[in-house]
Every structure is written in structure tokens, then in C-alpha cells.
């Protein structure tokens, strides 16, 4: 079984894994928004199928919303907001060498993880 998991900004769900990629569907709540972070050992590309949003990298913000896609290179600060009113759901596609949650680094984060 895939996992699941429900998260303080809403929740994901594993729909594929390998040696070499992770993808997940990431649903975020209506005023909610992930941590700050970066990840040193995968790259990460967001498809957006759902709802509306802000996503900044290295401090630049720009909008989302269906259609929108954005490459998020390995080391560099991201995080996706929903500015919307529906919940805001993504693809994503991770590559690299490790897909892990402890390589996860939270420079930010709502929920004081």
C-alpha cells in the first residue's frame, strides 16, 4: 500500500514510487501553506490540477493556478500557499537520489515543526 498521510495544511497521498522518482498528489487547505524548505538529495516539478495559489522560490513570489507548472531545482527554497477558496491540489514529480521526509529543511514553517 501507498502511503498516505494528513499533514497541519491539509494532506498527501504516494501514487508512484521507484529507485529513481516519488510522485504525489498534495492537497493543500484553503489559508494554509507548506513549510519554507529545501530538500539537498531530489528536484521537485508541481502540476497544478486544482485551485488557485502562490508559490515562492529563493524569495520570488509568483501566482498558480490549473495548468501552472513549476520546476523546483535541488537546493532551492520553496514553498506553495493557497490563496484560494477550494482546496489546492498539485502533482508532484520528485527526482534524484533520496525521496525521504527527513531530508526536508524547514527554514519556515507555520506549524513549528
Known amino acids: 500500500m501507498l502511503e498516505k498521510s494528513d499533514r497541519p495544511w491539509g494532506r498527501y497521498e504516494v501514487?508512484?514510487?521507484?529507485?529513481?522518482?516519488?510522485?504525489?498528489?498534495?492537497?493543500?487547505l484553503p489559508g494554509k501553506r507548506l513549510s519554507y524548505q529545501r530538500h539537498q538529495k531530489r528536484s521537485e516539478y508541481w502540476y497544478i490540477t486544482q485551485g488557485s495559489g502562490e508559490v515562492t522560490l529563493n524569495g520570488m513570489v509568483q501566482p498558480v493556478n490549473v495548468g501552472s507548472a513549476i520546476e523546483v531545482p535541488q537546493g532551492m527554497l520553496h514553498r506553495i500557499?493557497?490563496?484560494?477558496?477550494?482546496?489546492?491540489?498539485?502533482?508532484?514529480?520528485?527526482?534524484?537520489s533520496y525521496f525521504g521526509e527527513d531530508d526536508i529543511e524547514r527554514v519556515e514553517d507555520d506549524f513549528g515543526r
Request: glycine fraction near 10%; charge should be negative; avoid cysteine.
Open 81 to 96: 500557499s493557497n490563496t484560494g477558496t477550494i482546496e489546492l491540489i498539485f502533482i508532484e514529480v520528485q527526482t534524484g
Open 15 to 28: 501514487l508512484q514510487e521507484s529507485a529513481g522518482y516519488k510522485v504525489k498528489s498534495i492537497h493543500v
